[in-house]
């Protein structure tokens, strides 16, 4: 997640905690085979110590014997390859040399020799035909036990990528931001401009249509690690790397729209490299907009980085969540401290408050998270949930009575807020999710991974599409936050990540859900 404080650079190179932002390496595995001479006692892992590589020895040894493993497997077919091929020539011989027996003896028997070298081509390609059938049938038979789910992986998201183009598209870019984008929000009343939060220290407003920046706030010296919009009114929460939470007002003059963007154009096919060098943007930034530098409140209450913050129910009240372990809970318009939340044992991640009761829930690296009840002004309860086996990267509430939850394990857990002993549905991935979100209307998921990917599924967990990603469209690095905006026809999906922008998506829901 974000850090605290530091210069842009210095946010960017540390900037995620507990998860270091990502480059990728390539492992360059040289091929040993059993055959090949080495000196006594030393092992595969020692023979590459002059290679680049940060993985561990017993990791890379481990990789190395199984690829031996997969290379044994295809050395023993190709010996029956060979075994079975100077069969097929031994067989070709003696039947060859029988034709040239009968060749030099009776010449009146010139029919018997045709026939015996009809037979013999017949009798050839038969066991021809024979071997490639064996072949064939052995390789996949044991190709089918070791790389089955590689296989399924590839179909999928073959079949994902091909239903995508169908059903999303994207509609905006957001780009002028000087580092990456760790959360992104949508306002609740007009006029409807999306915010979002960057570790260059400020936060932007856009036009949703125009992918126009509107304004910037630029009151924090840290991180901007999250944004929220008041329920009602125009004012934003950000909280950030400089231990303080900002409530600052806003006024902002949308411009006229513009034609809508040709979508009509197939993208490439999805790629996992990246034609830009990480640091390349398109445009020219925000410009010269107007910028807020004073808050209109300060919360200053946490020891450590504020890593993020919403508004409770009504918009009176706000909750902060830190890396100090403790949550926060203030009057706006006092700034005054009300209570401090404290019992997760380690650093918070996230927090979300219910949008229509006075419900919150914090998570955090400890593995869990919890759900804290202020209904009642007298009891304030805490129930503690373990459901995953690392980081729970976020935890967000649906407008009926379930907590969906993600974490850095690979999954994400749906939860009946009646009844939270067990999941009521479980999604696995192939890659950690960050900030989820759940649209009101239709309760469809969206998670962003580390991976670049976007996924949407429903309530039950069942797989609905993947935002289209190609070297011309989609993120190019780690996806760190989602937000669904139902009211407005243009976007009603945005997604953030470390590449810099901020994008729009138009996702067909009524043809997503007929799909399902």
Same mark, same amino acid.
């Given at each position: 997640?974000?850090?605290?404080?530091?210069?842009?650079?210095?946010?960017?190179?540390? #900037?995620?905690?507990?998860?270091?932002?990502?480059?990728?390496?390539?492992?360059?595995?040289?091929?040993?085979?059993?055959?090949?001479?080495?000196?006594?006692?030393?092992?595969?892992?020692?023979?590459?110590?002059?290679?680049?590589?940060?993985?561990?020895?017993?990791?890379?040894?481990?990789?190395? %014997?199984?690829?031996?493993?997969?290379?044994?497997?295809?050395?023993?077919?190709?010996?029956?390859?060979?075994?079975?091929?100077?069969?097929? *020539?031994?067989?070709?011989?003696?039947?060859?040399? %029988? /034709?040239?027996?009968?060749?030099?003896?009776?010449?009146?028997?010139?029919?018997?020799?045709?026939?015996?070298?009809?037979?013999?081509?017949?009798?050839?390609?038969?066991?021809?035909?024979?071997?490639?059938?064996?072949?064939?049938?052995?390789?996949?038979?044991?190709?089918?036990?070791?790389?089955?789910?590689?296989?399924?992986?590839?179909?999928?998201?073959?079949?994902?990528?091909? /239903?995508?183009? #169908?059903?999303?598209?994207?509609?905006?870019?957001?780009?002028?931001?000087?580092?990456?984008?760790?959360?992104?929000?949508?306002?609740?009343?007009?006029?409807?401009?999306?915010?979002?939060?960057?570790?260059?220290?400020? #936060?932007?407003?856009?036009?949703?249509?125009?992918?126009?920046?509107?304004?910037?706030?630029?009151?924090?010296?840290?991180?901007?690690?999250?944004?929220?919009?008041?329920?009602?009114?125009?004012?934003?929460?950000? #909280?950030?790397?400089?231990?303080?939470?900002?409530? !600052?007002?806003?006024?902002?003059?949308?411009?006229?729209?513009?034609?809508?963007?040709?979508?009509?154009?197939? +993208?490439?096919?999805?790629?996992?490299?990246?034609?830009?060098?990480?640091?390349?943007?398109?445009?020219?930034?925000?410009?010269?907009?107007?910028?807020?530098?004073?808050?209109?409140?300060?919360?200053?209450?946490?020891?450590?980085?504020?890593?993020?913050? %919403?508004?409770?129910?009504? @918009?009176?009240?706000?909750?902060?969540?830190? !890396?100090?372990?403790?949550?926060?809970?203030?009057?706006?318009?006092? &700034?005054?401290?009300?209570?401090?939340?404290?019992?997760? *044992?380690?650093?918070?991640?996230?927090?979300?408050?219910?949008?229509?009761?006075?419900?919150?829930?914090?998570?955090?690296?400890?593995?869990?998270?919890?759900?804290? *009840?202020?209904?009642?002004?007298?009891?304030?309860?805490?129930?503690?949930?373990?459901?995953?086996?690392?980081?729970?990267?976020?935890?967000?509430?649906?407008?009926?009575?379930? $907590?969906?939850?993600?974490?850095?394990?690979?999954?994400?857990?749906?939860?009946?807020?009646?009844?939270?002993?067990?999941?009521?549905?479980?999604?696995?991935?192939?890659?950690?999710?960050?900030?989820?979100?759940?649209?009101?209307?239709?309760?469809?998921?969206?998670?962003?991974? %580390?991976?670049?990917? $976007?996924?949407?599924?429903?309530? &039950? @967990?069942?797989?609905?599409?993947?935002?289209?990603?190609?070297?011309?469209?989609?993120?190019?690095?780690?996806? +760190?936050?989602?937000?669904?905006?139902?009211?407005?026809?243009? +976007?009603?999906?945005?997604?953030?990540?470390? *590449?810099?922008?901020?994008?729009?998506?138009?996702?067909?829901?009524?043809?997503?859900?007929?799909?399902?």
């Amino acid at each position: 997640m974000p850090i605290e404080g530091g210069s842009s650079g210095s946010s960017a190179s540390a #900037a995620r905690h507990p998860k270091q932002k990502r480059k990728a390496h390539s492992l360059s595995i040289r091929r040993t085979n059993s055959t090949e001479e080495r000196p006594p006692g030393i092992h595969r892992g020692d023979m590459l110590d002059g290679q680049d590589s940060k993985l561990p020895l017993s990791l890379r040894n481990n990789l190395l %014997d199984l690829f031996g493993q997969i290379e044994r497997e295809f050395e023993n077919l190709y010996i029956e390859n060979l075994e079975l091929r100077r069969e097929i *020539d031994s067989l070709n011989e003696r039947l060859t040399g %029988d /034709g040239q027996n009968l060749e030099g003896g009776d010449p009146s028997k010139g029919a018997l020799k045709t026939k015996a070298s009809h037979s013999t081509s017949q009798l050839s390609q038969k066991l021809k035909t024979t071997y490639k059938a064996s072949t064939s049938k052995r390789l996949a038979n044991r190709g089918e036990r070791r790389w089955r789910v590689h296989a399924d992986t590839i179909v999928s998201s073959f079949k994902a990528t091909t /239903g995508s183009r #169908a059903l999303c598209h994207l509609q905006k870019e957001y780009i002028g931001h000087r580092d990456g984008i760790w959360d992104l929000s949508v306002t609740k009343s007009q006029p409807v401009v999306l915010g979002t939060a960057s570790a260059d220290h400020s #936060a932007l407003l856009w036009s949703i249509e125009t992918g126009k920046c509107l304004l910037k706030y630029g009151g924090h010296v840290g991180s901007v690690n999250s944004i929220k919009f008041h329920p009602t009114e125009q004012m934003a929460l950000t #909280a950030s790397g400089d231990q303080t939470a900002h409530i !600052w007002r806003y006024m902002v003059q949308l411009p006229a729209p513009q034609p809508p963007p040709d979508v009509s154009a197939p +993208c490439e096919d999805d790629q996992d490299s990246s034609d830009r060098e990480e640091g390349e943007v398109d445009g020219e930034g925000p410009g010269e907009v107007p910028t807020v530098r004073v808050a209109t409140a300060t919360l200053k209450s946490h020891q450590g980085v504020v890593i993020a913050a %919403d508004w409770l129910v009504g @918009g009176r009240q706000v909750v902060t969540a830190s !890396w100090d372990r403790a949550a926060n809970l203030y009057e706006v318009e006092t &700034s005054e401290l009300v209570h401090t939340l404290t019992g997760h *044992d380690q650093e918070l991640t996230h927090c979300c408050t219910h949008p229509t009761q006075r419900l919150v829930v914090t998570s955090s690296r400890d593995t869990t998270f919890r759900l804290w *009840d202020f209904r009642d002004p007298s009891i304030h309860s805490v129930n503690v949930f373990q459901g995953h086996t690392d980081t729970v990267t976020s935890a967000v509430f649906t407008v009926g009575d379930n $907590v969906v939850s993600g974490s850095d394990d690979r999954t994400v857990k749906v939860w009946d807020l009646k009844n939270m002993r067990s999941p009521i549905a479980t999604i696995r991935t192939d890659s950690a999710v960050n900030r989820i979100s759940v649209s009101a209307n239709q309760r469809i998921i969206a998670l962003p991974h %580390d991976n670049r990917q $976007v996924r949407l599924f429903d309530m &039950s @967990g069942v797989r609905l599409a993947r935002l289209p990603r190609s070297n011309r469209m989609g993120h190019r690095r780690m996806v +760190c936050c989602t937000a669904w905006n139902e009211e407005n026809q243009t +976007c009603n999906l945005f997604t953030c990540g470390f *590449d810099r922008q901020a994008i729009g998506w138009n996702i067909n829901i009524p043809a997503l859900l007929q799909e399902k």
